[in-house]
Structure formats: structure tokens, C-alpha cells
């Protein structure tokens, strides 16, 4: 599956985006997809994941109640609305999925890079106070 972020852009403290990530293949509804960033200077984080059927959210703690992700099978994508933006949001974000995930995937395999295949190009969010 070939993945393509977007929606990147720069914007003020407390503001709001949306990112998306587009998929081609056709088996993108049988993968567990996420979305990480990494800053300059500073290692890839997890930031959050939705499962396969998109019945199961999980977050990083620093953006849990401000960060939504959720995924629309019909036009294979997935989303992620950032609201109460703040300077260390600063990154580049990252969309990405993985086969590897069951209906028994917690936080710990979700956050955890290694189990995703595919990766997207990432788009910057840059976020001024």
C-alpha cells in the first residue's frame, strides 16, 4: 500500500489542523494505521493509531483530548484533527500502516514503529507562539 500525507501548514498556538493520509492498494482496510512525527533533532514519536475497523483510538499522552484520529474505509483515509496546537507539535508528521495488528493490539504494538510496513512522506506542522 502506498501511503500520502497532507494538510501540513504553519499556524498559531491554539489553533486547529487536520492532516489526512490517502491510500492506494486495495487491502488498506485490512491494515491497523497510525501516525507518528519527529522533530528536528529529536527522535520519531508515536502520536496516535486506529485499528482496523476503526473501533479502537489509542494516543500518545501528550496529545490525548486534543488530537482525534479516526479512518474512512470508502475513500481509504485516515485522519488526524489537531486542535489546542502548541509549539512542541512542531514536526514532521508521518502516516503509516502495518499488517501485523489483531483484535488484541494494545497501545504497546500500536506505538511502536517497528510493526508498520508502509510509510508516507511525511508533511511539516509548524505551530509559532
Known amino acids: 500500500v502506498q501511503l500520502q500525507a497532507s494538510g501540513g501548514g504553519s499556524v498559531l498556538t491554539g489553533d486547529s489542523l487536520r492532516l489526512s493520509c490517502a491510500a492506494r492498494?486495495?487491502?488498506?482496510?485490512?491494515?491497523?494505521t497510525g501516525w507518528f512525527r519527529q522533530a528536528p533533532g529529536r527522535e520519531r514519536e508515536f502520536v496516535a493509531a486506529?485499528?482496523?475497523?476503526?473501533?479502537?483510538?489509542f494516543y500518545a499522552e501528550g496529545v490525548e483530548g486534543r488530537f482525534t484520529v479516526s479512518r474512512d474505509h470508502s475513500k481509504k483515509t485516515m485522519n488526524l484533527e489537531m486542535s489546542s496546537l502548541k509549539p512542541d507539535d512542531t514536526a514532521l508528521y508521518y502516516c503509516?500502516?502495518?499488517?501485523?495488528?489483531?483484535?488484541?493490539?494494545?497501545?504497546?504494538?500500536?506505538?511502536?514503529?517497528?510493526?508498520?510496513?508502509?510509510w508516507g512522506q511525511g508533511t511539516q506542522v509548524t505551530v509559532s507562539s
Open positions: 492498494g486495495s487491502t488498506f482496510s485490512t491494515y491497523g
Open positions: 486506529i485499528s482496523t475497523t476503526g473501533s479502537r483510538t
Open positions: 503509516a500502516a502495518g499488517r501485523k495488528f489483531t483484535t488484541f493490539s494494545r497501545l504497546k504494538s500500536y506505538s511502536d514503529a517497528v510493526n508498520y510496513e508502509f
